[in-house]
């Protein structure tokens, strides 16, 4: 046994040890997850997978390791889950190393989390799993020898883990081909599915202030091609010319099918619509090119959202909604995962998170932006959608369910490979 190995084997041994003193305990799970708080739907990961670890391992102590959890968005998590734990120091990280049981990787864009898995993984030698990311983002492969490097090193790492599952077959099918070979590999829905934030209040009082009914108005997002975070002050990110430039080039033909879609649904329906944001750039994109280029007779039917806001104040929008629409992914995932129906606009650019649509039965209400064909059916499909909103919320319900088979299943396997204690 090589020196490495052997390290490994005493670790695991000490740890099973300590684990085996304590019997009868509940299970530890540290989750690492909470990404950043300028967009609801990197918010919404956290909240989704506690649900679920609150619904199928309701006796686990549940550890977050966050990156971010500010703007009010602990103290939001704290109210629906008052069991959290939030590791906030380099100590506690560490007593979490020594007393957790199982590191759990939340939902994301990729293996955000790849460092400290490695870091668990490495240093402790006890089991990790990873539920619901996206992976080989782009669909493209790796081309130099680097990233070809880092590719393996993360393929290395799936392989050492009890289960990955991705959220879309893209990337199960992408990881498949890499070398991937884990014990458990498959497909789960985004844990953001799983969102049952509410802060009625917040809602009831916005929608009474703007003339919005329950049910008889569409939520619609705007988003440019890359998020400009170099104009978020606390993001602290450089300007970048190339970014800004393709977002200029494509932010009319990007939002154009939308703006029609709205002219369809004022001009006959009786439905209104807001403009609303899931990341804190969004209010301005919504404003330029959604709501002021609307002719007068349809701006008087359409309320724009100034101001950002957290993922329970919008869950309870959406709920009260008849439906959503629009260029982003997460306010959609949240949608479907509480029975209401949701249209979703994407392009290159973007990871292949937007094929979860196919995976669960709602190919036809996703659209790719770079396909022509495909733009003309934006407003037509939006229109069907506000003009018999119970046969969409039927099938939003049904797509929810197959999310919900998803979840069960893959909880089971998390359940499955926690340590018997």
């Keep these: 046994m090589d020196r490495r190995r052997f390290l490994f084997a005493a670790t695991l041994a000490c740890a099973l040890q300590s684990i085996a003193a304590e019997k009868g305990r509940a299970p530890r799970i540290v989750l690492r997850s909470s990404w950043q708080t300028v967009n609801i739907g990197d918010i919404a990961h956290t909240p989704g997978i506690l649900r679920l670890l609150e619904q199928y391992l309701p006796d686990a102590e549940i ?9 009010g968005v602990d103290r939001m998590l704290l109210a629906r889950f008052p069991k959290l734990r939030i590791l906030q120091s380099a100590a506690e990280i560490e007593t979490a190393f020594r007393d957790g049981d199982f590191l759990l990787h939340g939902s994301g864009p990729s293996l955000v989390g790849e ?8 240093k402790t030698g006890k089991p990790f799993g990873v539920y619901g990311i996206t992976f080989g983002s782009k669909g493209s492969t790796a081309t130099t ?13 799936f392989n050492a883990a009890q ?10 099918a992408f990881a498949k081909s890499k070398g991937a070979t884990c014990p458990v590999l498959g497909f789960a829905p985004d844990a953001a599915f ?6 009625d209040a917040a809602a009831d009082a916005f929608l009474s202030a703007n003339g919005l009914e329950p049910g008889r ?5 705007p988003r440019l091609r890359y998020t400009p975070y170099w104009t978020i002050p606390e993001k602290q990110a450089a300007p970048d010319p190339v970014k800004q430039a393709r977002n200029d080039e494509l932010k009319e033909h990007d939002h154009r099918p939308l703006r029609d879609a709205i002219l369809a649904v004022i001009r006959e329906t009786p439905m209104k619509i807001l403009l609303c944001p899931e990341d804190r750039t969004q209010m301005q994109v919504g404003k330029e090119l959604l709501l002021d280029p609307l002719p007068a007779d349809v701006r008087s039917r359409v309320v724009w959202k100034p101001n950002y806001w957290l993922t329970a104040e919008a869950l309870s929008t959406y709920v009260r909604s008849a439906g959503l629409f629009g260029n982003e992914m997460h306010s959609p995932i949240m949608c479907i995962g509480n029975g209401i129906p949701a249209v979703v606009c994407r392009w290159a650019e973007q990871t292949s998170k937007g094929y979860m649509w196919e995976d669960i039965g709602l190919g036809d209400w996703l659209f790719d932006l770079d396909d022509e064909a495909a733009v003309a059916r934006v407003a037509p499909t939006v229109l069907a959608m506000a003009a018999d909103p119970a046969a969409a919320k039927a099938k939003a319900e049904a797509a929810g369910e197959r999310v919900r088979q998803f979840q069960k299943q893959t909880m089971a396997v998390l359940g499955n490979s926690l340590p018997k204690i």
């Design 63 to 71: 550890s977050l390791w966050p990156s971010r959890v500010d703007n």
């Design 163 to 172: 289960f990955v599952f991705f959220r879309d077959s893209r990337s199960l």
């Design 217 to 221: 108005f569409l939520c619609c997002i």
């Design 145 to 157: 020898e680097a990233a070809n490097a880092t590719l393996a090193k993360t393929i290395e790492l």
């Design 194 to 199: 799983a969102v049952d934030l509410r802060d």
């Design 115 to 122: 460092k400290e898995v490695r870091r668990w993984h490495e």
